[in-house]
């Protein structure tokens, strides 16, 4: 099909396989005026608010901090800071109800509230962001803790480095979940900090257009962008046709553009970037303002809410307060939702806090969301493969997550399943075929990471079998070397020749001093220094001696 779109340029849309026309209950929380919530006496602010590494505190209990300050950060690549909402003292660093489909309770930050709001200094507005270097703009992103606000909480500054060109830059405004309307407040109520913040974001990333898809179930947010729109001719809004779930990002990339993102790929490889509404405007407040991300727009709705309504609230503010501020449940619903009735999940407690990817608190009534009775036997009718988006077969995915056979399961796409509850809608038989698709995802990354483990372990084992080996060899050959050395001096001539010497000098000396010694013991002969003519009389005296002896013989 085609329509028209902000700039008068005639723009054609594509259809993708499957989707539901839900009735979209978006009206009950748009009669009133978009509030902000009152501070309550203390946030509770969990460690990961986002898809990545927990962040690690930077703060203790008795610490003071103020409104801006980061409290909690980790070096790993994907993971986004938390800062204080308010200003107060840090009470504690405690395990705590959080918000998740497993009802576990998990690590977080409790702040007191101490009601003075004071700010800490923020960095400097980078008004003239065209001008400055992109790594700037990247690191304030980071810094200022932006993930994902659709939902998907996926760190924002990762998702603008994608290391491939981008030409097309989308701002989902499709919010196509029955229910929510905070992101539809958001553009009707704060259109320039949309735009602002889709032009920070293509700048960063090149990218030649910007389109802002919106479904027409929302004409005010559509005429709204439309009349902000400056001279800029590269960023249109797009109507789309209203059908769920047009807002997920590969349905959304597909009707506005009509590729395809291949299975298990990303949009960067077709050259596209998705990023939410709300998250544009927290762009914009961090790049133009120099705030950090510690609020944002939350819908509290269903007839069993008082007076449903949108409301800025602070990060950290529980379920429980916020309720109480819109005057407080009817009575009329057994369930408390977070997120939309399709791609939310039921809350075991109210006390949990709203974090950075909580855009809905839902208390539906019997009539406005059912609960599903007990499953039946699946009756192999084939319409969940009719109404799944991805083109999956979530039949056949059932029977293998069922018998936990997950390598089955991820031969038929598994990760491609972007939950959205299509085919669990429409099931006859009542079966929670999304709750099945988590299961075996998660079951699946329990399995890679014990294989990891297992891998690492191994390389440590093998690392150090190596390294003694390889000492082992070094010491013996260091022992054959000396062997070799010792054997090698006997042969070593000037050696021996030293040695000779050395034993000849020694006799000599021996030699002249047995003969100095003997010399003193020698007492001198009176035969000794004779005249001539004693000479004479001695040689006379021993003729004479030896004629006689010479007789008596
Ligand atoms: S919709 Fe339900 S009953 Fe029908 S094939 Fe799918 S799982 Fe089976
Ligand atoms: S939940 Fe997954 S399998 Fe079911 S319709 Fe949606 S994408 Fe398809």
Redesign the pocket.
Known sequence: MYVESSKGKIRRLWDFH?GLHLPDNKRQSLQTDLTSATMPARLILPLRQHIGESAIPLVKPGDRVLKGEKIADNTAPVCAPIHAPTSGIIKGIEAHPIPHPSGLNGPAIVLEVDGKDEWADLPAPINDFQNVDKSLLLQRVRESGIVGLGGATFPAAIKLNPGKAIKTLIINGAECEPFITCDDRLMQGAPDRILNGARILQHILGAEECLIGIEDNKPDAISTLRSHLTDDDSIEVVRIPTLYPSGGEKQLIRILTGQEVPSEGLPAQLGVICHNVATAAAIADAVLEGRPLISRLVTLTGEGIANPCNMEVPLGITAADLIEQTGGYTGKSSQLIMGGPMMGFNLSTDQVPITKGSNCLLAPSEEEVPTTGSALACIRCGR?AE????N?L?QQ?YWFSRAKELEKVQDYNLFD????????HVCPSHIP??HY?RFAKTESWAKEKELQAADHAKKRHDFRIARLERLDAERKARLRKKKENLGKKKPVKPAAKGEDAKKAAIEAAMKRAAAKKAAQQSPPKNTDNLTPAQQKQLDAVDKHRAETTADQE
């Open positions: 499957g969940c109404v799944c988006p991805v999956l979530p995915m399943c972007i939950e959205c509850g299509c085919c669990s075929l999304v698709f």
